[in-house]
């Protein structure tokens, strides 16, 4: 055989696998799941205003940390993640009414929730603040828009799942969620 005719071998095989690669990855992966019904449930990253009534040094913005707790003065460390507001705000009224306030009055609203983050083929890539109801299209405009390469309708969302991580297909009109990643694959021809 020629060398001409190896090389020619050569290049068709890897156009295979490149045809192969790119029939294979997101198509494989799961479709992703509805999204959870009920409210919205606190993770770490989320920022929440507190309000209890008539009490304005315990009124105040905190952070859930990497551990899903809020610390706050005369009640300590509060479990969030996971939670609804309500029943945060359940569970630090009833603390606070164990021999601190008398039938205490409090109120929860999130002030920022946990980033979203971008990979892949946008022009800009990275870390985002998430808006409610945002869709994969308007999470890749706020990353600048799609860039030459990218496939448009190949899109993954890596998210939390029953308590693990899990790669979902995404279509482009799909809800993301605060703390998911977005990734946008690159389109072979």
């Known amino acids: 055989m020629t060398i001409a005719a190896n090389a020619s071998r050569l290049g068709a095989l890897f156009g295979l696998v490149l045809l192969l690669a790119g029939c294979t990855g997101v198509s494989s992966l799961p479709p992703l799941p509805a999204a959870e ?6 993770g770490a990253g989320d920022r929440v205003r507190l309000q209890v009534f008539g009490q304005e040094e315990l009124s105040q913005e905190y952070l859930i940390s990497d551990s899903g707790t809020i610390t706050m003065p005369l009640v300590g460390s509060v479990e969030a993640e996971g939670r609804s507001l309500p029943a945060l705000e359940g569970d630090i009224a009833a603390r606070l009414s164990d021999g601190i306030l008398v039938s205490p009055n409090v109120t929860a609203e ?21 808006v409610p109801r945002m869709t994969v299209l308007t999470a890749v405009s706020m990353s600048g828009g799609y860039t030459f390469r990218a496939d448009q ?4 969302i ?22 998911d990643v977005i990734n946008v694959y690159e389109r072979y021809f």
Do not use: C, H, W
């Open 110 to 130: 999130i002030v920022n929730y946990r980033p979203f983050y971008i990979l892949g083929e946008t022009k800009a890539p990275g870390q985002y603040p998430y």
């Open 153 to 156: 309708d190949q899109v993954s």
């Open 158 to 179: 890596t998210r939390m799942v029953d308590g693990r991580m899990s790669e979902f297909r995404a279509d482009p009109l799909a809800y993301v969620e605060p703390g």
């Open 37 to 42: 019904e009920g409210p919205y449930r606190l």
